[in-house]
């Protein structure tokens, strides 16, 4: 499994995901059970990587290959190990001037 070795720059998100069961009894009544054991899943959105064209082809590279389904390793700056993550979404390449590119990430932690 490949690594992941980038940061992101600026104005990345982290939120958890939650995974619940829900059941509905039609009077606004609802129940609420942990749908699974693993509840502290991360979703990190709105992660933008800045640099030269060389730089951000080279993560664009690196997404392209695992085309939102294979998982990698990534150590996020609020983990303490690196985990298993694929990318969510379509990455979105900026260039803004012909000497600096920026591309912005959606990744999701996986178990898989």
Same mark, same amino acid.
Do not use: C
């Given at each position: 499994?490949?690594?992941?070795?980038?940061? $992101?720059?600026?104005?990345?998100?982290?939120?958890?995901?939650?995974?619940?069961?829900?059941?509905?009894?039609?009077?606004?009544?609802?129940?609420?059970?942990?749908?699974? $054991?693993?509840?502290?899943?991360?979703?990190?959105?709105?992660?933008?990587?800045?640099?030269?064209?060389?730089?951000?082809?080279?993560?664009?590279?690196?997404?392209?290959?695992?085309?939102?389904?294979?998982?990698?390793?990534?150590?996020?700056?609020?983990?303490?190990?690196?985990?298993?993550?694929?990318?969510?979404?379509?990455?979105?390449?900026?260039?803004?001037?012909?000497?600096?590119?920026?591309?912005? %990430?959606?990744?999701?932690?996986? %178990?898989?």
């Amino acid at each position: 499994m490949k690594t992941f070795k980038w940061q $992101p720059m600026i104005e990345a998100t982290s939120k958890r995901q939650y995974q619940a069961k829900i059941q509905s009894f039609g009077d606004g009544y609802e129940q609420r059970q942990k749908g699974s $054991p693993h509840t502290d899943l991360r979703i990190y959105e709105n992660m933008v990587f800045r640099g030269t064209r060389e730089y951000v082809e080279e993560i664009a590279n690196f997404v392209d290959e695992h085309a939102g389904v294979k998982a990698f390793l990534w150590h996020a700056h609020d983990r303490n190990q690196p985990r298993k993550y694929r990318t969510d979404g379509d990455p979105i390449v900026k260039f803004i001037t012909r000497d600096v590119w920026e591309i912005t %990430l959606t990744i999701k932690e996986v %178990l898989i």
